[in-house]
């Protein structure tokens, strides 16, 4: 059944994700496409709206996946299932905080976590950047073609306006005006 498929799937995502959103997305990819609950693009495509959309990540992208495969039902299932591992963690943590704070396994873990996350969230920019600049695969006409320097252009632009610590929706509206007026002109 699709519901428990979907609950399943995205409290095992939550469960085995550290780091947030970013961090789960290669778990995401590899769960969404396995079950062919949609393709690579359309994944790509809802990943930005997800991220231009109020409220976390993981909670947009399950919602939107869930009512993509389930309707309302699905979604309710999804969400619940990526929400539900971090409540119940959180609970466990605050209850016994002060002995999780001090004990040298739980640094320990947390001391390895942190590379491994910094790892998955290059994994999935490497993954996303590899479906939106070269959607075709990499050959010689994607460099003949102005989507790939509009993208390109665009990429780095935004990427100098975030370093420089200009606001993020600011940075998206100016993101998604060039794109408007891309899609104009192209």
Avoid: R
């Avoid at 095992?12 to 959103?21: A, D, N, S, V």
């Avoid at 320097?149 to 929706?169: D, E, N, Q, R």
Wanted: charge should be neutral; charged fraction near 10%; glycine fraction near 10%.
């Amino acid at each position: 059944m699709i519901f428990i498929d979907l609950f399943l799937t995205f409290f095992k995502i939550g469960l085995f994700t550290f780091g947030g959103g970013y961090a789960m997305l290669p778990l995401i990819q590899s769960e969404v496409i396995s079950h062919n609950w949609m393709g690579m693009q359309e994944l790509i495509d809802f990943i930005a709206v997800s991220e231009s959309t109020p409220g976390p990540f993981a909670v947009n992208i399950s919602t939107y996946v869930g009512t993509e495969t389930g309707g309302f039902i699905g979604a309710v299932c999804s969400t619940l299932g990526v929400v539900l591992p971090s409540f119940i963690i959180i609970l466990i943590v605050a209850n016994f905080f002060e002995k999780f704070k001090k004990n040298k396994i739980i640094e320990g873990c947390m001391s390895g976590l942190k590379p491994a996350v910094i790892g998955l969230i290059a994994s999935a920019v490497l993954s996303v950047g590899k479906t939106v600049f070269f959607a075709d695969g990499v050959n010689a006409e994607v460099f003949k073609t102005p989507v790939l320097y509009i993208s390109l252009g665009t990429f780095l632009l935004m990427s100098v306006l975030a370093f420089k610590k200009i606001h993020p929706i600011l940075i998206i509206c100016l993101s998604a005006i060039i794109g408007i007026a891309a899609g104009y002109l192209i």
